[in-house]
């Protein structure tokens, strides 16, 4: 494995106070992992933005590094440069650049039709300000024409100055290592993170999935469908696959993990427990 492995965690603003205090709970725990930041995902057209930056500034409260996700689908350039100006003042210097998705009713993008416009904005607006993350997709975006559009669309927000990419999450290593070797052969030099979903729940997994489209392997679905309603021993099983898939990228040279944690920490702590990562 490399020396220096780059580390993440990702959390949705919580919407009551008790999951507020579950969150610091969970936050508490996952910190002693050293992350590299926690980030905390943002609604489209900003409609969940007062609580992302209310989680964002607990965090760095608590004396960690946190990085707000930033959509711009439906903005105007005023709205995202007030939010840049918003993430300034708070000292907040890392952002992760995201499309997001068109919010319900609405006919338009906005002034940002894609997220290379609003990494390339970033930069216009705050300089190098910000450290930037982006997305990318291992097993191609889910509304794109082909993977070679999908990589090209990639690389377009690479050049636009993006920092770092974290991936959707996925089940198959290969696509994550043939992701990495074509954005190589198209010059793209900046680390691609591995996104992690730790599997829970295997119903909310599949509609995360069809979603967002990130393929469940046949044999993984027909395993997690066969153990039905035993949460058990779904739990069971998706700890021993991730651990493996992991284990696996880090041994063969990914740059670090960006975890979507769900807001929980147990599948986390034991995954880190069986991966031997340092505390």
Not at 62 to 88: F, K, M, N
Not at 192 to 215: D, H, K, T, W
Not at 234 to 258: K, N, S, V, Y
Request: proline share 5%; with cysteine.
């Amino acid at each position: 494995m490399q020396d220096r492995l780059l580390f993440s965690f990702e959390f949705f603003p919580p919407k009551t106070s008790e999951g507020v205090e579950k969150l610091r709970e969970v936050r508490g725990q996952l910190a002693s992992f050293a992350p590299r930041f926690f980030s905390v995902t943002y609604g489209a057209g900003g409609s969940t933005r007062a609580p992302s930056l209310a989680a964002v500034l607990d965090i760095r409260a608590a004396g960690l590094t946190a990085a707000p996700h930033l959509s711009c689908i439906g903005a105007t350039q005023q709205s995202i440069r007030d939010v840049l100006q918003e993430y300034q003042q708070h000292g907040i210097r890392h952002i992760v650049a995201l499309r997001g998705d068109l919010p319900s009713g609405m006919a338009t993008s906005g002034a940002f039709r894609y997220a290379s416009d609003l990494v390339a904005f970033i930069r216009e607006e705050t300089g190098d300000w910000f450290e930037i993350e982006v997305a990318a997709y291992p097993e191609t975006h889910p509304q794109a024409r082909s993977a070679t559009d999908d990589l090209l669309h990639f690389k377009t927000k690479v050049d636009a100055g993006a920092d770092m990419a974290i991936t959707q999450y996925f089940f198959n290593a290969d696509a994550y290592f043939a992701f990495v070797d074509d954005c190589q052969r198209v010059g793209i030099q900046i680390p691609v993170i591995p996104g992690i979903m730790p599997i829970g729940n295997y119903a909310q997994l599949a509609r995360f999935s069809e979603a967002c489209g990130a393929e469940i392997p046949r044999w993984i679905r027909k395993k997690l469908e066969s153990y039905q309603d035993d949460i058990d021993s779904i739990r069971a099983f998706g700890l021993d696959m991730i651990t493996d898939m992991c284990r696996r990228l880090l041994e063969q040279g990914a740059p670090g993990l960006h975890i979507y944690t769900m807001n929980q920490a147990a599948a986390t702590v034991a995954l880190w427990q069986r991966l031997g990562l340092p505390r």
